[in-house]
């Protein structure tokens, strides 16, 4: 089993310039069949660590630093709109610089800033600017099918992923026969399809803004 830590120091900031040096010592402490990097963050770096490695990689130290290990933090999104005669690079660097931002992305081509939080949710406003719920890139809802949203804060009317019709999967009369009509864009496969044309343009709207 493969569990997933935060490995960051203790007493002192995170130096990221270290990072590196950290993480190719920690990998040869516990040996790289027990663990895998994942990626940096400013409070450290993540890792998938074996479970019967834990015990050992609690004891990792290096030079004058003392670490720790912590469970995987739980981060929020959001999106930001870049105003119009906004300087995106700038309003990037002013969001890098608070100290509730953990991560700043964005496309080339967009105007569309999505910022990962240290809170597990996004605020509502930052820096003076809205702050919008990011889009979920592979959330479909099992009771009306669009995507975007789950199921448990669905407000629309029940449609089928087998054949469109007004009602639940489960209630559906043409179950264990071929596709009949997707319920997003009309054709011939379920709403599941990940080559729905619906679910394609969905796609390139979340990867237009993250």
Excluded at 45 to 66: P, T, V
Excluded at 149 to 173: D, E, L, W
Aim: glycine share 8%; with cysteine.
């Amino acid at each position: 089993m493969w569990l997933t830590f935060c490995l960051s120091t203790v007493a002192v900031i995170f130096p990221r310039d270290k990072a590196k040096t950290f993480g190719d010592a920690f990998i040869k402490f516990i040996g790289p069949e027990q663990v895998r990097p994942l990626k940096e963050l400013k409070s450290g770096l993540l890792f998938k660590i074996r479970k019967d490695a834990i015990h050992k990689a609690h004891r990792f130290s290096f030079g004058s630093y003392d670490f720790k290990l912590t469970t995987q933090p739980k981060f929020g999104k959001g999106i930001i709109q870049v105003p119009k005669h906004a300087d995106k690079d700038q309003l990037k660097n002013d969001l890098k610089s608070q100290p509730n931002v953990e991560a700043v992305h964005s496309g080339q081509r967009t105007n569309f800033i999505t910022v990962t939080f240290k809170t597990e949710n996004a605020p509502t406003n930052i820096l003076g600017h809205n702050v919008k719920p990011a889009l979920l890139a592979n959330l479909r809802c099992f009771k009306c099918q669009m995507f975007g949203h789950a199921s448990n804060v669905c407000k629309n009317n029940a449609k089928c992923p087998h054949c469109a019709g007004n009602h639940s999967h489960a209630s559906c009369k043409t179950r264990g026969v071929k596709c009949v009509k997707c319920a997003n864009c009309g054709g011939g496969h379920s709403a599941a399809y990940k080559g729905c044309s619906e679910y394609q343009k969905y796609q390139t709207t979340i990867n237009s803004r993250n």
